[in-house]
């Protein structure tokens, strides 16, 4: 799994959310890609595009570098309010998460995507 989040609390979270299940590799930003190990192939990505200015480009550099990768979009609610939910969706998230402190919205976002 990779998991891409500005918060180290939240790439915490994540991996004792998901430890035992998956091997987490997570990072700051989608920039930090370029040091992950080019054979990595994640059964499921999940990127926070709460505080991104351009949520787009984000989940563009994403999934540029995993195009079948399914992808999970993790949104602050006020994130989630203030973005358009068709816009989002139209981007090609297989789910979004709505609260990311939550480790059971998480897995269940997770489920979605793998399902």
Do not use: H, K
Request: proline letters at 6%; glycine letters at 6%; one cysteine or more.
């Amino acid at each position: 799994m990779l998991y891409v989040d500005s918060d180290p609390r939240l790439r915490r979270l994540a991996d004792a959310t998901f430890r035992g299940e998956y091997i987490v590799e997570s990072i700051a930003s989608v920039d930090d890609m370029d040091g992950i190990d080019s054979g990595l192939e994640p059964v499921v990505a999940v990127v926070n595009l709460s505080e991104s200015a351009d949520p787009r480009q984000v989940w563009d550099r994403l999934c540029e570098q995993w195009p079948t990768v399914p992808a999970v979009m993790v949104l602050t609610i006020e994130a989630a309010i203030e973005q358009d939910r068709e816009v989002l969706w139209a981007l090609g998230p297989a789910s979004i998460v709505v609260n990311p402190f939550s480790g059971d919205a998480m897995r269940r976002g997770v489920a979605t995507a793998l399902s």
